[in-house]
């Protein structure tokens, strides 16, 4: 993630460049907070890079002799079915719709746009196998979860 975070960094700088010459030149407000909120965006993801680089140090992309299986490693759980992402869509759109048309409305949207988000963030907040290390990883020795002796 090294050359992630300095890629980033990189578009910070830039997003901080213009925003001083364009709020020197213009003297218009709207345009450089808009330039600077995207410099402050871009260190935000810089910072953040950089942080889970030197967590976990060199990746395989960041050296210039790995070869491909060297990126190979545990797969990660992705979930099979879930609701909440279309009852957060549902919610966000009557947020806003409720914007339009009033208080109550937008209260509702609010109210299912929480439970949506909520649900999605701890759905599996209690899951035990943890990365495919669990009874019920098809990654485990004994092939998938079907063809497992009961």
Avoid: C
């Avoid at 407000?29 to 600077?36: D, S, W």
């Avoid at 680089?53 to 879930?82: K, N, W």
């Avoid at 759109?93 to 988000?117: C, E, N, R, S």
């Amino acid at each position: 993630m090294r050359t992630e975070a300095r890629l980033f960094t990189g578009v910070a700088v830039f997003f901080a460049v213009t925003a001083a010459g364009y709020g020197w030149f213009s003297e218009e407000p709207a345009g450089t907070a808009v330039l600077a909120i995207a410099s402050l965006m871009a260190v935000l993801v810089a910072f953040f890079l950089h942080v889970q680089y030197r967590r976990r140090g060199r990746r395989a992309q960041d050296r210039g002799d790995a070869e491909v299986v060297d990126t190979a490693g545990p797969l990660e759980f992705l979930p099979p079915h879930s609701p909440w992402p279309i009852t957060t869509a549902m919610g966000s759109v009557v947020v806003a719709l409720g914007v339009v048309y009033g208080l109550w409305l937008f209260l509702l949207g609010l109210g299912v746009l929480a439970h949506g988000v909520f649900g999605m963030v701890f759905q599996y907040a209690a899951r035990s196998d943890r990365a495919g290390q669990g009874s019920n990883s098809p990654l485990r020795a004994g092939g998938s979860s079907s063809t497992r002796s009961r």
